[in-house]
Nanobody
């Protein structure tokens, strides 16, 4: 069974950094687009960024561009989300998910294209 498990969330002060991990089991990331999404309390889930694993092409949401970086370790079948210069508004549950759809700069965050999803990991940024 294909599964994704996120880890690395926690409590961090504003301006700090965290690295989230998304580990896959039951399949390998090689032919997928891996997306990171987040959902803040009372808000809809939104796209954070994604990476096409085979060539490393990435797209990021405007609110995180320049602060967040997605990377992959194919040997570990794990994708990472490095989050720097964290802000209060980055507080959310972060999810990873995979897609086999073609990656485009206008459609990378279409959530219905992604399955399966991980269970999420909580990131809380404090002042």
């Amino acid at each position: 069974e294909a599964q994704l498990v996120e880890s690395g969330g926690g409590l961090v002060q504003a301006g700090g950094s965290l690295r989230l991990s998304c580990a896959a089991s039951g399949f390998t990331f090689d032919d997928y687009v891996v997306g990171w999404f987040r959902q803040a309390p009372g808000k809809e889930r939104e796209g954070v960024g994604c990476m096409r694993i085979r060539d490393g092409v990435t797209f990021y949401g405007s609110s995180v561009k320049g602060r967040f970086t997605i990377s992959s370790d194919n040997a570990k079948n794990t994708v990472y989300l490095q989050m720097n210069s964290l802000k209060l508004e980055d507080t959310a549950v972060y999810f990873c998910a995979v897609s086999t759809r073609p990656l485009t700069d206008w459609g990378w965050a279409v959530q219905r294209n992604f399955y399966p999803w991980g269970q999420g990991t909580q990131v809380t940024v404090s002042s």
